[in-house]
């Protein structure tokens, strides 16, 4: 079982910035992936990006490449999504999410997820 808790959401001016964080509790593996992914009203949940925790390797998606960057404190048992630039269209509720082994894109394939955090980017 592992437990993820979000915090750092919040309203915000386009242009601006907001870094989200991800406390995980429980079972940890050093092969685990963790993701971040994003639910606007009346649209699918997506993918943001992910973070491998030992390996250090990330992967992000293209509308948010450039903008976006995860990194984590194996210290903390926590990992960050730091957002700058935000857009209107950036606005959705953020989860972070949690599997072994490798990243994928694809929600279902999360196991864990966090409660989610309002994230609200104002024009």
């Known amino acids: 079982q592992v437990q993820l808790v979000e915090s750092g959401g919040g309203l915000v001016q386009a242009g601006g910035s907001l870094r989200l964080s991800c406390a995980a509790s429980?079972?940890?593996?050093?092969?685990?992936?963790m993701g971040w992914f994003r639910q606007a009203p009346g649209k699918e949940r997506e993918f943001v990006g992910a973070?491998?925790?030992?390996?250090?390797?990330?992967n992000y998606a293209d509308s948010v490449k450039g903008r976006f960057t995860i990194s984590r404190d194996n210290t903390k048992n926590t990992v960050y999504l730091q957002m700058n630039s935000l857009k209107p269209e950036d606005t959705a509720v953020y989860y972070c999410?949690?599997?072994?082994?490798?990243?994928?894109?694809?929600?279902?394939?999360?196991?864990?997820w966090g409660q989610g955090t309002q994230v609200t980017v104002s024009s």
């Open positions: 999410a949690w599997r072994p082994f490798s990243i994928v894109r694809v929600p279902s394939l999360y196991v864990y």
């Open positions: 429980g079972r940890t593996l050093s092969t685990q992936v």
């Open positions: 973070i491998t925790w030992s390996g250090s390797v990330t």
